[in-house]
C-alpha cells in the first residue's frame, strides 16, 4: 500500500459514513407531500365536502345505484371508511340508502336530488383546485404526471 492509498483511506474513515437514504427522495413521502398539497387546495375551494365524500358523490353520480360494498371499491376506500362517508353524506341528505331488490342483506346506495345539484355545481371548483395543484408543472409534464400516476395507482 502507497503513502497516497493510506491518505486515501484515512481521509474515507473522517468523512463518517455514506448516508444512501434521503427521506426527501423517496417516492411515499414525496407522495405523501403532495397529497398534503392537494388536499390543502381542495379545501380551499370546496369547504363543504370532503375529498373522500365528492369522490362518492362523483362515483355514484357516474354509476348509479351501486351497493355500498361496491362504491368503495369504485373509490378505493376499505368497508369502514366508505360506511363513515356514506353516513355523513345522508346525514346531510346527499345520498340515500335502501334494500336491494335481490338482497336483503346488501345496503345499495343512490344520490339524492340534492346530492347530484352539490356535486354538479362543485366540479367547476374541483376542477380549478387540480389545475392550481398541478401548476408548478408545465402542461406536459402534468400529463405525464397524471399518466404515471394512473399506471402505479
Keep these: 500500500m502507497t503513502g497516497e492509498d493510506k491518505l486515501l483511506k484515512l481521509v474515507e474513515a473522517d468523512e463518517g459514513p455514506q448516508v444512501s437514504y434521503a427521506l426527501e427522495e423517496q417516492v411515499g413521502f414525496l407522495l405523501r407531500r403532495a397529497h398534503q398539497r392537494h388536499v390543502s387546495i381542495f379545501a380551499a375551494h370546496v369547504s363543504e365536502l370532503t375529498p373522500p365524500q365528492f369522490a362518492a358523490l362523483v362515483k355514484l353520480r357516474d354509476a348509479g345505484e351501486t351497493s ?35 338482497d336483503r342483506r346488501r345496503l345499495m346506495v343512490s344520490l339524492t336530488d340534492e ?25 406536459r409534464d402534468a400529463a405525464t404526471l397524471v399518466r404515471l400516476l394512473a399506471k402505479i395507482a
Design 68 to 102: 355500498q360494498n361496491q362504491l368503495g371499491t369504485l373509490v378505493a376506500m376499505d368497508a369502514a371508511t366508505i360506511k363513515g362517508v356514506i353516513d355523513r353524506l345522508k346525514l346531510r341528505g346527499l345520498v340515500e340508502l335502501g334494500p336491494s331488490g335481490t
Design 115 to 139: 346530492g347530484r345539484r352539490t356535486v354538479e355545481a362543485l366540479i367547476p371548483a374541483v376542477q380549478q383546485g387540480s389545475e392550481e395543484t398541478l401548476a408548478p408543472l408545465s402542461p
